[in-house]
């Protein structure tokens, strides 16, 4: 009997503390959840975690300012920017994101504000990783996420190719400076417009999905909108690329396209191990979000990185995952209240609390900083947030929300004026604004009257311009007669 009891006492513990175990994760959103942590060190630890299988969480990149060409910004700033936007993880553009937790990413440069390696965010290669360098942390449409330490780019396996001529042409770069002779593909993310340009060609093509990383014999298709010859400064709504070219490069690009037709772009990122020369396990192929890492895989299949030469004790940021979650971990430091952590030591903080079988260090120092439900987690190491180039978000997917008081042909007036813009929410750039009065037409679109920052947006054509307008700017002109007298 006392056996029995001793049993049942020591179940009953264990359960007690099991359950206080879990009571200590606070749930922020469905699939979301936080928690405080106090390490060895002394160390004060922050994580969340979202739930690997729940359908409706993701992980996505974000950019500072929203364009690669515009500086750096918060984490909490950029969290904010991208609140509501809408993006493409159900692999069809309109649900909206309910920004729940931040981190910030990659190291950057002081004298460019560009991130230093490369970015995938919502789908769309907007800048391209250092030919063997790291990818990073990897989170696919298909919920795979992986390790990427070793990356190159095969000018055979990244292409625009053009089925009307049976031909193709390499890309050379992605949303950086054009080269003599090159092919170079700007994306959304890059700016509102091209860089200006005298010569060579611009070629606006409508896609039919992000630009995804898609191999031979895959690719993500497009139809040639505007044909452009010795200009730059194209705009880039959210949907379109821009090929851009010079010299020889353009005068294949010109020979291959017309009005309305067909482009395919395909491309590859090849990944190896960390020895850049033994194929590695994972498949870039459809992935969602990517961005660059700073140093250090310190946590493998469960092994914590063999630190050697030490690493320094400092504010750390951190990636990790297992089968079934996947943590954001900024852990302070620089003080006497939290010191920061090793390699080794933030590796088996990730393994031994956290359960995590794999971990990948980002920008650290004074960059660190965890943002969740509104406001900053942490006590940056700087006394406030710095300025960063990137980061990564954990998302809450809303469900696309569209509004019927237009349709397609309609004409339409905007009796205070109108912003028109490159995409539908107020995160996307002006294209054009009209004044008091100007009528337009709704443009037919799949995307019409979708919910965004807030607003409802439709697409408009007012004669000279084209874009995407607030539905609070618009009203329906009267026509001389009511619609039913034309049935009398």
């Not at 406001?375 to 960063?388: L, M």
Request: net charge negative; proline share 5%.
């Amino acid at each position: 009997m006392k056996r029995w009891v001793v049993w049942l006492g020591i179940v009953l513990g264990s359960l007690s503390l099991s359950l206080c175990a879990l009571a200590q994760w606070q749930s922020v959103a469905p699939g979301i959840d936080y928690q405080e942590f106090s390490a060895s060190g002394p160390n004060n630890v922050f994580v969340t975690r979202m739930d690997r299988d729940d359908p409706d969480c993701t992980i996505d990149s974000c950019i500072a300012q929203g364009k690669l060409v515009s500086g750096r910004e918060p984490v909490s700033a950029m969290a904010n920017r991208y609140e509501d936007v809408i993006g493409y993880w159900d692999q069809t553009w309109g649900t909206r994101y309910d920004v729940v937790a931040s981190i910030n990413g990659d190291g950057f440069s002081y004298e460019t504000d560009l991130p230093t390696g490369g970015q995938i965010i919502s789908g769309w290669y907007a800048k391209r990783f250092n030919e063997f360098s790291g990818a990073g942390f990897v989170w696919t449409l298909n919920r795979q996420v992986f390790l990427a330490e070793c990356v190159n780019h095969r000018s055979d396996k990244n292409i625009v190719a053009y089925p009307a001529t049976g031909q193709d042409q390499h890309i050379n770069g992605i949303n950086t400076a054009r080269g003599a002779d090159e092919l170079i593909i700007y994306t959304p993310q890059y700016d509102s417009y091209t860089p200006a340009a005298s010569g060579g060609a611009e070629v606006l093509v409508e896609l039919s999905r992000p630009m995804l990383i898609m191999p031979l014999s895959n690719y993500v298709s497009g139809t040639v909108r505007e044909i452009r010859p010795n200009q730059g400064t194209t705009p880039l709504p959210f949907d379109c690329v821009v090929l851009s070219a010079d010299g020889a490069a353009a005068a294949k690009l010109l020979a291959n396209v017309g009005l309305g037709s067909e482009v395919r772009i395909s491309q590859e990122i090849t990944h190896y191990q960390a020895d850049c020369s033994t194929p590695g396990a994972g498949d870039l192929t459809k992935t969602y979000s990517c961005i660059g890492y700073m140093s250090q895989v310190f946590l493998r299949d469960g092994i914590v990185y063999d630190d050697d030469p030490p690493s320094p004790r400092e504010p750390r940021t951190a990636v990790a995952y297992n089968n079934d979650y996947i943590f954001f971990v900024v852990c302070d430091g620089r003080s006497g209240i939290s010191v920061g952590m090793t390699y080794p030591e933030l590796g088996n903080f990730c393994l031994n609390t956290l359960a995590a079988t794999h971990g990948i260090n980002q920008d650290g120092g004074g960059s660190s900083t965890l943002w969740v439900d509104g406001e900053v987690k942490n006590n940056p190491s700087d006394g406030s947030e710095r300025y960063v180039a990137n980061g990564l978000m954990m998302i809450r997917v809303q469900d696309r929300s569209q509004s019927s008081a237009f349709a397609a042909e309609d004409e339409v007036e905007a009796p205070a004026g109108a912003t028109l813009r490159l995409g539908p929410g107020t995160n996307y750039g002006v294209r054009a604004t009209v004044a008091s009065g100007a009528e337009g037409t709704i443009v037919a679109d799949a995307l019409n009257g979708v919910l965004a920052k807030g607003q409802y947006w439709w697409k408009c054509d007012f004669g000279t311009e084209t874009g995407w307008v607030a539905q609070s700017s618009l009203s329906q002109v009267a026509t001389a007669a009511p619609r039913w007298e034309a049935y009398r």
